[in-house]
């Protein structure tokens, strides 16, 4: 069994320490927290879907649902797993142990409704109003530890953990790639690498919505040796993903006492004494109850295209790559906003490929 050189031990010390900065130094709320509760607007709402409509009533909110809908699009977006690795494998035997990040671009010109819908959302610094940040970042940046193992028959399975910079979010993810074609140089005449890939990620550390990203990837790709030593494979990535967006239970005027403004009987209603209303049988307005809402779902398809490049010196692998929306996700999904841009990500990673 082949031995790692000190050079590769190093660069595994230095990937352990590069994921150990991944965990916040707190489980206090970070400066991009989604509150979905600041996400309201005033009057009873009467919308549907995306689409926000409120009747006029004083002191009573309701879900701003088109601001829902924009920073929720571009959050998931920075949640479509990245693509970085070309088509062929490592075999059986190959595993690959790194850490990659990647970085999605949002819209934060508070001056659009998108942008504004983002000042409005994140927790912020504590230094603004209640109901708005002062700073919204302009890119999601995830980072994330991977690991890749070689199967039987062109396979290759693999595991994530990531963590989003300046928030308390955290992803699980899963992937399982096929290479079609790999290794065909000679006989058969040229043909590069083929192969398809499906993965999926999940957050974890939010209570007010859940979110979940699959997708279903194809990478072409064409390894060139340099100085018989480093392996170069530029690829070409195309993917369709899927974001499922769930609401919980949000209250979205968390500033009130709800128990307070319903004060409720503690009495054992008589039977049948309609005087007593229905439970909790507040004896004072009770409208608050009103104000725990459930956001819309999301269900909507992202396409998206791109290229990247790997190289590869004996243990040590280095990866990039540039992916961009085919169309914006209002050309693919007529319920979401139409103001809602494309998005990009740029991802990069370092890791031992034994």
Do not use: H
């Not at 607007?41 to 309701?62: H, I, K, L, N």
Request: proline letters at 7%; aromatic letters at 10%.
């Amino acid at each position: 069994m082949n031995r790692l050189p000190p050079s590769a031990l190093v660069f595994a010390a230095a990937l352990s320490t590069a994921t150990l900065t991944m965990i916040p130094a707190t489980a206090a709320a970070q400066d991009m927290n989604i509150a979905a509760s600041r996400l309201r607007a005033s009057g009873v709402d009467t919308g549907s879907g995306c689409t926000t409509q409120t009747d006029p009533m004083d002191g009573r909110f309701a879900m701003d649902r088109a601001a829902w809908c924009r920073v929720m699009t571009q959050f998931a977006g920075s949640m479509i797993p990245p693509m970085l690795t070309p088509a062929g494998t490592r075999g059986v035997r190959g595993i690959y142990v790194g850490f990659e990040s990647w970085l999605t671009g949002i819209d934060n010109d508070d001056g659009n409704a998108v942008g504004d819908a983002w000042f409005r959302a994140v927790e912020g610094d504590g230094m603004g109003s209640t109901d708005r940040s002062r700073f919204a970042d302009s890119v999601l940046a995830w980072g994330r530890m991977n690991v890749r193992k070689g199967l039987p028959f062109g396979f290759e399975l693999g595991t994530n953990v990531g963590y989003l910079a300046n928030t308390s979010y955290w992803t699980l993810g899963l992937e399982i790639r096929w290479a079609l074609w790999e290794g065909f140089r000679e006989e058969v005449g040229w043909i590069p690498d083929l192969a398809v890939r499906g993965s999926v990620q999940t957050l974890m550390g939010d209570g007010e919505f859940n979110v979940t990203v699959p997708s279903i990837d194809l990478v072409l790709s064409e390894p060139f040796v340099v100085g018989n030593s480093v392996e170069i494979t530029p690829s070409l990535y195309g993917q369709v993903a899927f974001v499922f967006v769930d609401s919980e239970l949000v209250d979205i005027t968390p500033e009130t006492d709800t128990f307070t403004d319903c004060m409720p009987n503690p009495a054992t209603p008589p039977r049948d004494d309609p005087s007593f209303g229905v439970p909790p049988y507040c004896t004072a307005g009770g409208a608050q109850l009103n104000d725990n809402v459930v956001f819309p779902s999301l269900r909507s398809t992202r396409v998206r295209v791109g290229g990247g490049l790997q190289i590869r010196y004996e243990w040590f692998t280095l990866l990039g790559s540039f992916m961009f929306d085919a169309a914006k996700p209002g050309d693919l999904d007529g319920d979401l906003p139409s103001d809602l841009p494309r998005q990009w990500s740029v991802a990069f990673g370092a890791g031992l490929t034994l």
